[in-house]
């Protein structure tokens, strides 16, 4: 059977925060999981970088790694800092900005198709 999580070694203790690379004027994304389901991805921002608001069709949970970022949930903005995490209900506008350089895990969870 194929691993359905990627890029991680099995049986490894590790640091989610060490799988993804903070760059200069970057935004960078690794995906763990993507399917019809669930997506797990590991992002980083250099500072000042951002994902304009936009919406999507699951729930998504926001963990900071490090650092601090700036959540805007339907024009509200929340600061989060690691350790923290916040609940970003489906269709609800969001956007990311990076206050400082930091690092996030983004867990995303999908309707069944019948329920979409």
Same mark, same amino acid.
Request: glycine share 6%; no cysteine.
């Given at each position: ?37 669930v997506?797990?991805? *590991? ?9 304009? %608001? ?5 729930? $998504? =949970?926001?963990? #900071? ?21 916040? *609940? ?9 900005? %990076?206050?400082?350089?930091f690092?996030? $895990? =983004?867990?995303? #969870? ?7």
């Amino acid at each position: 059977m194929d691993a359905i999580i990627h890029h991680l070694a099995p049986a490894t203790v590790l640091r989610l925060a060490d799988q993804v690379e903070v760059r200069p004027g970057q935004v960078v994304s690794k995906t763990l999981v993507q399917n019809d389901a669930v997506g797990l991805t *590991l992002f980083a921002f250099d500072a000042g970088e951002q994902l304009s %608001a936009h919406t999507s069709p699951g729930d $998504a =949970l926001v963990t #900071v790694l490090d650092g601090i970022a700036r959540i805007t949930l339907d024009g509200e903005p929340h600061e989060l800092h690691r350790g923290e995490s916040i *609940l970003m209900p489906a269709n609800v506008a969001h956007a990311v900005f %990076a206050v400082e350089p930091f690092r996030m $895990a =983004l867990l995303q #969870v999908f309707p069944a198709p019948e329920q979409r």
